[in-house]
Nanobody
């Protein structure tokens, strides 16, 4: 069992930056691939970014490329999402998730069904 707790959300203006953190407790964090998803009101939860457990491979939603950076610190059991140049359309609840699956590629990273554990979410609101 893994418990995930997000932090770092808030209200910012367009163009600002935020860094989300997700701290894991329970079983060995380094054995999990980690992902960030988001869900805006009235929309489905969508993939934002993913990072393999080795931290050697990362994946991003197209609209996040060049603006968002996912990273992890296995010594701190924490995964981060650095978000720069935020836009109003980035407004959503952001969730981190952990996957124990062996394979983690561009398809698996984007699939919600591949993740076993989810955090409670952190609200990010970007005003124009």
């Amino acid at each position: 069992q893994v418990q995930l707790v997000e932090s770092g959300g808030g209200l910012v203006q367009a163009g600002d930056s935020l860094r989300l953190s997700c701290e894991a407790s329970g079983r060995t964090f380094s054995s999990y691939h980690m992902g960030w998803f988001r869900q805006a009101p009235g929309k489905e939860r969508e993939f934002v970014a993913g990072i393999a457990r080795s931290a050697g491979t990362t994946y991003y939603k197209d609209s996040a490329k060049g603006r968002f950076t996912i990273s992890r610190d296995n010594a701190k059991n924490t995964v981060y999402l650095q978000m720069n140049s935020l836009k109003p359309e980035d407004t959503a609840v952001y969730y981190c998730a952990a996957s124990s699956r062996g394979l983690y590629d561009t398809w698996y990273a984007r699939a919600r069904s591949q993740y076993d554990y989810w955090g409670q979410g952190a609200q990010v609101t970007v005003s124009s």
